[in-house]
């Protein structure tokens, strides 16, 4: 079992910046497979960003390449979303997922994640 809470959210105006704290709690996240995902009003839950069990490497959905920055301290047992030049389309609840049995070609799918966060609105003004 492990808890997640996110924090860090907030109202923001375009091309500011946000980082999104994820805090784990009952055991360590580097037993996990670590994700971001977010939802949109009237839309599915769409995945953001990872750091897999097995490795190091990062994942991130197309639209936030070279904006967004997922990163982990193992010691904290905390992981972090550095969200940069945010849009008016990045206003979404973000959540932080869990789970340790991911596999590379279910890891973008939020029905394989198995512990939520309560999630962490974001909202990006013009």
């Known amino acids: 079992q492990v808890q997640l809470v996110e924090s860090g959210g907030g109202l923001v105006q375009a091309g500011e910046s946000l980082r999104l704290s994820c805090e784990a709690s009952?055991?360590?996240?580097?037993?996990?497979?670590m994700a971001w995902f977010r939802q949109a009003p009237g839309k599915e839950r769409e995945f953001v960003a990872a750091?897999?069990?097995?490795?190091?490497?990062?994942y991130y959905v197309d639209s936030v390449k070279g904006r967004f920055t997922i990163s982990r301290d193992n010691t904290e047992n905390t992981v972090y979303l550095q969200m940069n030049s945010l849009k008016p389309e990045d206003t979404a609840v973000y959540y932080c997922?869990?789970?340790?049995?991911?596999?590379?070609?279910?890891?973008?799918?939020?029905?394989?994640?198995?512990?939520w966060g309560q999630g962490t609105q974001v909202t990006v003004s013009l």
């Open positions: 750091f897999r069990r097995t490795n190091s490497n990062p």
């Open positions: 997922a869990a789970d340790s049995g991911i596999i590379l070609s279910t890891m973008r799918e939020p029905n394989a994640y198995d512990y």
């Open positions: 009952g055991r360590s996240i580097s037993t996990f497979t």
